[in-house]
């Protein structure tokens, strides 16, 4: 029924945007991503790639001589320096649509400058250095590993970067390698390029038109590793972003640690575009967060449907809004008048034939709604909450309230009408943002750029930016390559993740453990102490299982290096004791490294004891567990693990301890 409703009549049947919501979740196939198949990731086309960016260690920045790695509190500061971003025209006579949104913002950017971390460079007032080539020289070796084709000639290129989080406006960038492969379980995923570049300044807030920079990260050298979208699940993402991670880890001169490393996800489904969610720290988001986009796109391709569905011309599509006081006009929503009361505007809007659509599935617990909400935040700059409709998920205008402002907006029964308030300044922008946002639901996913959030759903951060982003440095200098300097570059090269995951099946090691000795790159300890006749598969459990766990319970000591194990081994190998007592001085010398390995054992009320002194006292224990055991019916192999147990402490170091079990198995069958 298409007509204006009158003052206070309802709708011919009551809107449920709740049951609304979790119908089309249905109705669009959506799938929990613990239940989702590969078939259901075929059905919607998931498709996805990754930029991997990790830092190298080195001293010094990339493009000036500022030391690299030192951070400072937030609150640690020396000078603040303010910018705005304006939008000029291109060689092309064009402007950046990202250029413009960013514009729109009215974001007033401020830095905050530690002396000791940052120089001119960084604020564009000094010409880049150049480059670093201890950074240059890590950056290749990785792209030799990536088994990547190297460049011939290193050119530094500017990249667009318009949210402020580079004080020039722009990242000096090269690309170092191009058209590689990493090997996973089941398939290869290509990779496209390798690149060099700085790192970009560490975000402290962003609220309303305020954001708030700080600079010590700015400019630390940085690799960009980015796939082709091969990857069909979003299992097969993470296990693409491990493999990077670890074969960047491996060469042992890549920093570690929060903000070190970081992915940006490229997710699209069969219809739909690449959107990009940037800034990943942890890889285990990653599957959530690549399952909740792709059903996002999904669910914006089945909006589309529905609103073309409804409206014939498009291209003619306009919201209708009016400035209401809600204490006048008489309107029961709470918060709508808590904002009057403290200045805000307050706009009333219809959206022409929007019913059902604001309360249309996009994410878990999300809806159409926060596509708008998230855009009035960054756009407009209003902070949440910024939105209401009576379709809203949390707090939705009641009946009455539709009724009340139905008549002047004149919306009938297939509209909807939303609420929005902030500051005077703001609501311009405010409704051109809705307005914008609505017109992209009749073409389907807009291409973007969206933040995660640890429960796997994503916000709107930035229009995606355009292919034209890059463009010469005219400030710095071709690089040539020169074939001898990469063949040596070549001898340096570590051994292929692939390759490292089948030498750990070699040695047996529990396949539980392959993660964490890949990220914390213990695989090389394991080949020394291999060296030392510690058995391949005793050293990966031990570091695998035990190292793992002490890290888990115990504070580090700042000068504890994985050497100190291998220091460790070798003394014991030097004293001929077992290495099963390594467990035992594992979390002394965590929190101790520098205590002398004898005094360890000492404080382990270590003694030695030959294989005779322990089996000494056997057949006495063997005598009192006949008294104590419980049940007559008691097994050897009960008699024989309780004999084992009461000689295990002194034991370890000693002996091997299959061997003292064999032992005492012979006494126990006499």
């Known amino acids: 029924m298409n007509r204006q409703m009158k003052k206070g009549s309802t709708p011919t049947k009551k809107f449920d945007p709740h049951k609304n919501y979790q119908t089309t979740m249905k109705s669009i196939g959506y799938v929990v991503r613990k239940k989702a198949t590969v078939e259901d990731y075929q059905r919607i086309g998931f498709k996805s790639g990754l930029e991997v960016h990790q830092q190298l260690k080195t001293k010094k920045k990339l493009f000036c001589r500022c030391p690299a790695g030192i951070f400072h509190d937030s609150n640690d500061y020396h000078a603040e320096l303010i910018r705005h971003m304006r939008p000029t025209l291109s060689e092309m006579g064009e402007y950046d649509g990202t250029a413009l949104m960013e514009f729109k913002t009215r974001k007033e950017i401020t830095y905050r400058i530690h002396n000791q971390t940052t120089c001119t460079y960084e604020i564009d007032d000094t010409p880049p250095f150049p480059v670093n080539r201890e950074a240059l020289e890590i950056a290749l070796e990785i792209s030799l590993l990536s088994k ?3 460049v011939g000639e290193v050119h530094i290129t500017r990249k667009q970067y318009l949210d402020g989080s580079i004080p020039t406006g722009f990242q000096r960038t090269a690309i170092l390698g191009v058209e590689g492969a990493i090997q996973l379980k089941n398939k290869k995923v290509g990779l496209i390029q390798l690149s060099i570049e700085e790192d970009s300044c560490r975000e402290i807030s962003d609220i309303g038109h305020q954001r708030i920079y700080k600079t010590d990260r700015l400019g630390m050298p940085l690799i960009e590793t980015v796939t ?46 690449r959107v990009e969610i940037k800034g990943v720290s942890h890889l285990k988001w990653i599957p959530e967060l690549s399952h909740n986009e792709c059903f996002r796109q999904w669910a914006l391709l089945n909006i589309r449907k529905l609103l073309l569905d409804k409206v014939k011309t498009p291209a003619n599509w306009k919201l209708r809004h009016i400035e209401v006081d809600p204490r006048d006009i008489g309107l029961e929503y709470q918060s709508a008048i808590n904002y009057a009361d403290v200045g805000y505007k307050v706009y009333a809007i219809c959206l022409p034939e929007f019913k ?109 930016p355009g292919a034209d982003r890059m463009y010469p440095d005219t400030d710095s200098a071709p690089i040539p390559l020169e074939e001898s300097y990469i063949d040596m570059l070549k001898t340096r090269i570590q051994m ?3 390759d490292r995951y089948k030498q750990m099946k070699d040695w047996k090691i529990p396949s539980d453990t392959y993660t964490y000795l890949l990220k914390k790159n213990l695989v090389p300890v394991i080949e020394q102490l291999v060296k030392l006749g510690v058995s391949g598969r005793f050293a990966g459990t031990f570091l695998g299982h035990q190292l793992k766990f002490v890290e888990g319970k115990i504070e580090k000591h700042n000068d504890f290096t994985y050497n100190r194990i291998i220091e460790m081994f070798e003394f014991l190998n030097k004293q001929k004791l077992q290495p099963s007592i390594a467990k035992m001085m594992l979390p002394i010398i965590y929190q101790h490294p520098n205590m002398d390995f004898n005094s360890v054992l000492t404080s382990l009320n270590f003694k030695r004891r030959t294989k005779d002194d322990l089996l000494a006292p056997v057949d006495y224990l063997l005598e009192k567990f006949r008294e104590i055991r419980v049940s007559k019916s008691s097994s050897p192999d009960v008699a024989l693990n309780w004999a084992m147990g009461q000689l295990n402490r002194q034991a370890l170091g000693n002996v091997d301890l299959k061997d003292l079990k064999k032992s005492i198995e012979k006494k126990l069958v006499k």
């Open 356 to 464: 059902g659509i604001l309360s249309h599935f996009t994410q878990p617990g999300k809806s159409f709604t926060n596509e708008l909400s998230d855009r009035l935040k960054v756009i407009a700059g209003i902070e949440k909450p910024n939105i209401t409709s009576t379709e809203d998920l949390v707090a939705p205008l009641n009946a009455k309230d539709f009724n009340t402002l139905s008549i002047p907006l004149k919306a009938t029964e297939d509209d909807a009408i939303i609420l929005i308030w902030g500051p005077a300044d703001d609501m311009k922008t405010a409704l051109e943002t809705i307005q914008e946002r609505c017109m992209m639901a009749f073409e389907g996913v807009p291409r973007e750029t969206r933040r995660p959030l640890e429960d796997g759903t994503t916000l709107f951060e930035r229009v995606l």
């Open 496 to 498: 292929d993740i692939a």
């Open 228 to 273: 082709h979208p091969h990857c069909l699940t979003p299992d097969e993402l993470r296990e693409a972003g491990e493999y990077i991670r670890f074969l960047n880890r491996s060469t042992g001169k890549v920093r570690t640690g929060m903000g070190a490393a970081r992915q940006d996800t490229n997710v699209s489904c069969e219809g739909g575009t």
């Open 148 to 150: 990547l084709n190297i």
